[in-house]
């Protein structure tokens, strides 16, 4: 099983940072979580697309971990040669997501369904959604939900993916909280969004400051690791992006709380998991 960061970016757009997203590779195919800026031109490089997601799981509906779904529904649907619906699981309100992107998307649709004549079907999503357990069981594939804590968003998932016994964690934007630990226990690997407090506070700004409430610094990403067990700790969606040679930094924040492997994310960064 592989862990590949497709977007280590955050909602402020950046030159070589895609929105958060993060493509897990299975025995029983290519799991997308999330679906930040930039999607599919990342999933491109990791030699993935559309029309190959086993499924695609969304932790939140905050915009920016969901700008690109409008593109990966269209491009699943123009990309198949034969009815593909797309599996799409995530909490509360992402069945009225897809409703409402596919709603949005009806001028399209239509331009696309009088032009190709061997286009006889609509797009189309098979969404499930999900709080707190089960989620998929194909092959040694095993996919686990939690709730978790980025209030006032409400629900919030976290995800756990298991393959022939490795697993690795897709925390999403949360704060510390017992579903996440739950999650992480024993896992080899765990993927999280974090902030610099240190660095944002100082400048004052309200809107920036809010920020910081509902997201795990560092040094919070650091001790959920260390309370699971975890392996390796990747840290991605990183508020402020580090500047290019300051990942360090990030790594030198996390040392004092775990004494794993500590990785800053980059798009495109590949890790085996297990
Ligand atoms: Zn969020």
């Given at each position: 099983m592989q862990a590949i960061i497709l977007g280590s970016g955050s909602p402020l757009p950046d030159p070589d940072r895609a929105g958060p997203s993060t493509l897990v590779r299975t025995s029983a195919g290519d799991l997308l979580f999330d679906c930040g800026r930039g999607v599919l031109m990342r999933a491109a490089g990791a030699a993935s697309g559309a029309a190959a997601f086993r499924a695609v799981l969304l932790t939140h509906l905050h915009s920016d971990h969901i700008n690109d779904l409008n593109d990966v529904f269209t491009m699943r649907w123009v990309t198949s040669f034969a009815p593909n619906p797309l599996p799409v699981y995530g909490p509360p309100g992402t069945q009225e997501l897809l409703r409402a992107t596919e709603a949005m998307l009806a001028p399209d649709i239509g331009y696309r369904l009088t032009h190709h004549?061997?286009?006889?079907w609509r797009p189309g999503a098979v969404v499930v959604e999900v709080e707190d357990g089960p989620v998929l069981e194909t092959g040694t594939v095993r996919v686990t939900a939690a709730p978790t804590d980025h209030a006032p968003v409400r629900p919030t998932v976290g995800y756990r993916v298991e393959d022939d016994g490795h697993a690795v964690v897709?925390?999403?934007?949360?704060?510390?909280c017992p579903g996440l630990d739950a999650l992480c226990?024993?896992?080899?690997m765990l993927v999280h969004t974090v902030v610099r407090p240190d660095l944002i506070?100082?400048?004052?700004?309200p809107r920036l400051t809010d920020?910081?409430?509902?997201h795990s610094s560092v040094e919070d990403a650091a001790r959920t690791a260390a309370r699971g067990g975890v392996g390796t700790l990747v840290l991605t969606h990183m508020v402020p992006a580090p500047a290019p040679g300051a990942e360090d930094e990030w790594v030198e924040l996390a040392r004092p709380h775990f004494d794993g492997t500590i990785v800053v994310a980059r798009d495109l960064l590949a890790l085996d998991v297990g």
């Open positions: 004549d061997d286009l006889q897709i925390a999403g934007d949360t704060v510390p226990t024993g896992a080899e506070a100082p400048i004052g700004l920020v910081l409430d509902y």
